[in-house]
């Protein structure tokens, strides 16, 4: 990595560090006024209904903090340094750190001196201050973001007439590529591991949101592209479903050019923008094709000039009645 590149990563890590920095503070400083069990888990209405020792509470924070640091830094790693979206992806996670810094030092100030864990409640300023934390680390993040000198976007150019590919009458051909995302395989991974963590501290009850939301990640982390008699279709490597397909039909024209995702598209995954939508897990190369009804839609794939050249020969044919 160059020297722009870890300083992104290690201003999208900074926060998280901070916040386990103050958490494990405030918890040797009380860690005598402490219970040996801790209320860990509040209601709504701020009543405490789940309860852990002080040694599996300290784990649980530092596996989260840290699960989140190294999920900010892998997105740092493979975002695009030519783009200046990625200042809210920081933004965010300084708030995400903020909000889980201060919760997390709400719990040991509530539990202070407490006899019965069950009798430990949160006052609702509390969540509120936390709120606003986050918000003042989001800005915070954000004027960090600005000071990397990221290089200027690059402008988008007329891609000019598309290429094609040669093909016999009769002759069949097909293309396809898988699409890998290193950030939601990554973040997969991360997921997996904070899911064995919370299940090792907290049991099932806990562990199923990280699960459930780690296993759509890997599932979809290595989408499947191809291009043959039925047009463009982009699927899930190991599933059928979700599948999203563009016939030849509706193929005006394709192109392969490069995509900047956050500032192109709001941000990774399957993006619907004004007059375009994409399949776009990393920035990169990518099929762009123009449908019949003047909208485009993208999904980022290594050799995209082959699989664009073949569609708009397969569309003409189409076109053409052969």
Request: net charge positive; with cysteine; proline share 7%.
């Given at each position: ?12 890590v900074?926060?998280?560090?901070l ?9 040797a ?44 830094s ?32 709400a719990?040991?100030?509530d ?71 290193r ?25 199923l ?5 780690a ?39 394709a ?25 776009v ?11 019949r ?19 708009n020969t ?9």
């Amino acid at each position: 990595m160059n020297r722009v590149r870890y300083r992104l990563v290690a201003v999208s890590v900074l926060p998280f560090l901070l916040a386990l920095a103050v958490d494990l503070t405030v918890f040797a400083l009380l860690r005598d006024r402490l219970p040996s069990r801790l209320a860990s888990h509040f209601t709504a209405g701020g009543s405490s209904d789940s309860t852990e020792s002080r040694a599996s509470y300290l784990v649980f924070v530092i596996v989260l903090n840290a699960g989140l640091a190294v999920l900010c830094s892998v997105v740092a790693m493979t975002a695009d340094l030519a783009v200046r979206g990625g200042q809210w992806m920081i933004g965010a996670g300084y708030a995400v750190a903020g909000l889980v810094g201060c919760l997390s030092v709400a719990v040991l100030i509530d539990n202070a001196d407490a006899v019965d864990p069950a009798g430990v409640s949160m006052p609702p300023w509390q969540p509120a201050v936390a709120a606003c934390v986050a918000v003042l680390a989001a800005v915070l993040g954000r004027l960090l973001a600005r000071t990397l000198p990221l290089p200027a976007p690059v402008p988008s150019r007329d891609p000019g007439e598309p290429e094609r590919i040669d093909l016999a009458e009769g002759e069949v051909a097909g293309w396809m590529r898988r699409a890998p995302s290193r950030v939601l395989l990554w973040a997969g991974v991360a997921l997996v591991a904070a899911t064995i963590g919370v299940l090792y501290m907290a049991g099932w009850s806990r562990a199923l949101l990280p699960l459930m939301i780690a296993l759509p990640c890997l599932a979809l982390s290595c989408p499947y592209v191809t291009v043959d008699r039925h047009g463009l279709t982009a699927r899930p490597t190991v599933l059928p479903w979700p599948r999203i397909r563009v016939p030849l039909s509706d193929v005006d024209r394709a192109v392969s050019r490069e995509v900047k995702v956050p500032s192109e598209y709001g941000g990774w995954g399957y993006r619907v923008r004004p007059g375009k939508s994409g399949l776009v897990l990393r920035s990169g190369e990518a099929i762009v094709v123009r449908r019949r009804s003047g909208r485009e839609f993208a999904v980022t794939v290594d050799d995209s000039a082959t699989g664009a050249a073949l569609l708009n020969t397969l569309a003409d044919r189409e076109a053409s009645g052969r």
